[in-house]
């Protein structure tokens, strides 16, 4: 049964420092998302994407963070200057409709 | 801004015993997905109910979303140590232009003593 992948499994970064988490979406899905979740809290929603752009972000999606599909396969989550608050679990998903959402093992990203 | 509150937060019952976990909002969701997570690992996806009234089985487990999709239920029936863990809902909002956005309830940890 194919899955959502993503890498690495764990990074660890100093603040400051820029972090690509990356993910592989199931081959026929259309619909690409980006989650975190805080030690202890819930999964919250970062961005949507679709048709190669942007459909929604948050309000965490902020300027320090951009997505990207470079390849047609991968769809990357870039934190350009990493802060303490940024420690979480980076959750990819993808799903082929927008209401059922797939989601890979996830990144634990540990900012020091 | 869409709220998903589940009930119970935790649930210790025995091998055998029946259990519903519950997930309420104010708001209408197109859509509502139950999902499994273990410690460190993403969540998993059990089942996803889209009409109101709808009732899906998997097996001991039993889903229902409300008419008026605001809220949701998962019941296991029998449960076996093998069901422990941390229950997840999430809606995807009705309407507007939100593309999948999901908001999760903060979830529910079953503990099934053998």
């Known amino acids: 049964e194919p899955e959502v992948t993503q890498t690495p499994s764990h990074q660890v970064t100093q603040m400051g420092q820029e972090v690509i988490l990356r993910c592989v979406p199931i081959s026929n899905h259309l619909y690409f998302y980006w989650y975190r979740q805080i030690l202890g809290q819930k999964v919250e929603f970062l961005v949507s994407f679709y048709n190669n752009e942007i459909s929604e972000k948050s309000e965490i999606f902020d300027d320090q963070f951009s997505v990207e599909r470079p390849d047609g396969s991968n769809f990357t989550l870039k934190i350009r200057s990493t802060k303490l608050e940024d420690s979480a679990m980076y959750f990819c998903?993808?799903?082929?409709?927008?209401?059922?959402?797939?989601f890979g093992p996830g990144t634990r990203l540990l900012v020091l | 801004t869409q709220l998903l509150e589940q009930s119970p937060q935790f649930l210790s019952i025995q091998e055998g015993e029946n259990l519903t976990v519950y997930c309420n909002s104010s708001?209408?969701?197109?859509?509502l997905q139950w999902y499994r997570q273990e410690p460190g690992e993403g969540p998993v996806l059990l089942v996803t109910?889209?009409?109101?009234?709808e009732v899906k089985k998997l097996k001991r487990l039993t889903f229902q979303f409300g008419d008026a999709r605001k809220d949701s239920s998962l019941h296991i029936t029998a449960a076996q140590p093998g069901d422990t863990g941390l229950y997840l809902c999430?809606?995807?909002?009705?309407?507007?232009?939100?593309?999948?956005?999901?908001?999760f309830g903060q979830g529910t940890i079953l503990t099934v003593h053998p």
């Open positions: 109910v889209v009409t109101g009234g």
């Open positions: 708001s209408v969701f197109s859509s």
């Open positions: 999430a809606g995807a909002p009705a309407g507007g232009t939100s593309y999948g956005k999901l908001t």
């Open positions: 998903a993808s799903g082929r409709a927008e209401e059922t959402q797939y």
